[in-house]
């Protein structure tokens, strides 16, 4: 099934230039960049959009990585798209992500881990919605 779904090249993919590299290995990976800009999150839209983490350890630190610098969130289309790119993204901490995803070849640590994917439709769509206009998608 034809799905979208929201990925985010985070800080520190940018500052390390492996904006251009990720980007490669999404459309090599067979999927299509329905929508794409570069933004700097304010502290509030960071703790908005993480909100299900709010209670975690992790949180104020996540909010403060998120904001430190440019972000560049893009809708990706595709073949189910949503799984697809979760799994093309790996496992949360790059150690045990599997070889060849993107965090395995370019993740740093379990927070500095390259790109943000929607973990299910429901996310995906609500996801795309925080950043994009539907007329900014092109179909
Ligand atoms: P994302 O939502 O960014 O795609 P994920 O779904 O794999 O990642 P989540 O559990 O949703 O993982 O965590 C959100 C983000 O919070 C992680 O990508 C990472 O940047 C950070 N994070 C998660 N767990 C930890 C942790 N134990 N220590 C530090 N940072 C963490
Ligand atoms: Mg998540």
């Not at 034809?2 to 490669?24: N, S, V």
Request: hydrophobic share 40%; glycine share 6%; proline share 3%.
């Amino acid at each position: 099934m034809q799905e979208q779904t929201l990925l985010i090249i985070k800080p520190d993919a940018i500052e390390r230039h492996l904006a251009g590299k990720i980007i490669q290995k999404i459309e090599e990976s067979g999927f299509e960049i329905g929508a794409i800009k570069k933004v700097v999150l304010t502290k509030k839209q960071a703790e908005a959009f993480y909100g299900v983490h709010r209670d975690k350890e992790f949180f104020s630190d996540l909010v403060e990585f998120m904001t430190s610098g440019p972000c560049i969130p893009m809708v990706v289309r595709g073949e189910n798209a949503v799984h697809g790119i979760r799994e093309l993204v790996g496992a949360t901490d790059p150690e045990k992500a599997y070889e060849n995803t993107i965090r395995a070849l370019w993740g740093t640590t379990i927070r500095k881990n390259c790109v943000h994917a929607s973990d299910c439709e429901k996310s995906a769509e609500k996801e795309i919605c925080f950043f994009f206009d539907l007329c900014s998608i092109v179909i």
